[in-house]
C-alpha cells in the first residue's frame, strides 16, 4: 500500500524537522517547506493527502487562512488540512474551522498529540500511537505547566545552550530553576525565551538555545561576573 502524502509549511524550520520526524516514523511521506511559493510548487509536484498548515508566516501574518482557503476553493475536501498555530483564541479556531480545516493544533507541539490528530484525520485510528482519546478542554481551563530536565552545555552573556529529550518551539518563554540560576540571580528561577531548537545528530536529543531577559540587570552584571571568576556576591 503506498504511505498518504503530507505537506507542511510553517517558516520555523525546526518545527518543520520535528514534524517530519515523528510523521515519517508513522509511515506517512512527508515534506516540508517554508515559504508560500514553495508550498504551492510542492503541493503540485505531488497532490497530498494532508497538509499541515502555519497560520503565522513571516510574510503576512494570517497567511495560513489564505492557503486554506485556496486548498478549498480548488480542492473542496478532497485534501485534509490541519492547521497549526500559537493562536488559541476560540474566534480564531472557529475561524480556521469554518473555513474548512479538519483540525486545528496550537503550539507548542506535543509529539503524542500530534500522531493522534493527523492519524484520526487521515482515518489511521488502528496504529498504537492513536490509541489515547483526546476530550475539548474550555478556554478557561486550558492554563497549564510542564517541568522538564535540562542538562546545561554553555553560558553566555546572552543566553544559554542546553540538552534536552523533549523538542520545545521557537519562541515560547520558559522558566529556568537549579543551582546555577540561583546563583546568578539570587532568585529560585530566571526567564528566558527560546530562540532555537535543533536535533543532535546521531541522537534522540536536541540542542535547545535560549535568551535571557536583558531587562534583568542583576542577571546580566552576575553573568558577566561568572564569566570573567569574580566572585559573586548577593546584597
Excluded: H, W
Excluded at 503530507?6 to 517554508?34: G, S
Excluded at 469554518?98 to 490528530?117: F, H, S
Amino acid at each position: 500500500m503506498d504511505k498518504k502524502k503530507i505537506l507542511t509549511i510553517d517558516d520555523d524550520r525546526d518545527i518543520n524537522v520535528f514534524l517530519k520526524d515523528i510523521l515519517a516514523a508513522e509511515e506517512y511521506f512527508v515534506r516540508t517547506t517554508l515559504t508560500a511559493p514553495e508550498f504551492f510548487e510542492e503541493f503540485n509536484k505531488f497532490i497530498p493527502d494532508l497538509c499541515i498548515v502555519d497560520l503565522n508566516l513571516e510574510t503576512s501574518k494570517g497567511a495560513g487562512y489564505e492557503i486554506l482557503r485556496a486548498i478549498r476553493k480548488k480542492f473542496g475536501n478532497q485534501i485534509k488540512i490541519v492547521i497549526v498555530s500559537r493562536r488559541f483564541a476560540e474566534e480564531d479556531i472557529q475561524k480556521g474551522l469554518d473555513l474548512g480545516a479538519d483540525d486545528y493544533i496550537t503550539k507548542p507541539l506535543d509529539k503524542t498529540t500530534v500522531q493522534c490528530k493527523i492519524n484520526a484525520v487521515l482515518g489511521d485510528m488502528y496504529k498504537e500511537s492513536s490509541s489515547l482519546p483526546y476530550f475539548a478542554v474550555p478556554a478557561t481551563a486550558r492554563e497549564s505547566y510542564i517541568e522538564l530536565d535540562l542538562e546545561v552545555t554553555t553560558l553566555y552573556e546572552e543566553g544559554a545552550t542546553f540538552k534536552s529529550y523533549n523538542f520545545i518551539s521557537k519562541g515560547n518563554k520558559v522558566k529556568m530553576s537549579g543551582e546555577l540560576f540561583k546563583r546568578l540571580s539570587g532568585r529560585d528561577y530566571v526567564y528566558a525565551t527560546i530562540d532555537s531548537c535543533t536535533r543532535e545528530e546521531d541522537s534522540i536529543g536536541y540542542l535547545i538555545s535560549v535568551k535571557f531577559d536583558f531587562d534583568d540587570e542583576e542577571l546580566m552584571k552576575n553573568i558577566r561576573k561568572f564569566l570573567l571568576k569574580i566572585p559573586i556576591t548577593q546584597d
